[in-house]
């Protein structure tokens, strides 16, 4: 089985539990999944994320600061949208 690969789009609060729920699954040996992408407005949320994320699997996520960019330099399988409810409104497009 191939991994799912899986971009996270929001760094802040929220996708600390997120990110710990990955980090579980990994610690429990289910790793069929690889965080490839994390965005976010501020590049030292999005950088903090990466550095965690990458503690626990081998490659750290690249960083973005911008969706449609990420969108189509990762094509996911998969986001992991961790933004406030009235930020997910606002957004150009459904994600």
Known sequence: MEKLNIALIGCGGIAGNHV?????LHIQDLRVFEIKAVCDVSTENAKAKSETIGRFQRDTPKIYTDI???LKEESPDAVDVCLPHNVQNHLKRPV
């Open 68 to 70: 449609d960019a990420m």
């Open 20 to 24: 710990n729920g990955y980090r579980d």
